[in-house]
């Protein structure tokens, strides 16, 4: 059974920082992408950052670029999301998501598998 499981997300005022983790268990971490994901109440689940299975390729939304830094530990079966000069607009619940295939792709349906979800709220 596969298992993904957030950590990390808190209260934090503007202009601070958090480190998200995801824990994965059930599955051989390094042979697939893993992307975060955010939605904010009322909004639908985005795309925030993707890594691919190599760790080489990144990609993130325009919103985060600059401030957020998605990596992987394949030896930890972990995935990071390092945000930096958080704003507001960066509340929401933050889930981790893994995809059977090698490269970053951005929709929903393209993973499989997703973490519970941990909130982040950024206080002005």
Do not use: H
């Amino acid at each position: 059974q596969v298992q993904l499981v957030e950590s990390g997300g808190g209260l934090v005022q503007a202009g601070g920082s958090l480190r998200l983790s995801c824990a994965t268990s059930g599955r051989t971490f390094s042979t697939g992408a893993m992307g975060w994901f955010r939605q904010a109440p009322g909004k639908e689940r985005e795309f925030v950052a993707g890594i691919s299975a190599s760790g080489i390729s990144t990609y993130y939304t325009n919103s985060v670029k600059g401030r957020f830094t998605i990596s992987r530990d394949n030896a930890k079966n972990t995935v990071y999301l390092q945000m930096n000069s958080l704003k507001p607009e960066d509340t929401a619940v933050y889930y981790c998501a893994a995809r059977n295939g090698r490269s970053v792709l951005t929709t929903n349906n393209d993973y499989s598998y997703w973490g519970q979800g941990t909130q982040v709220t950024v206080s002005s």
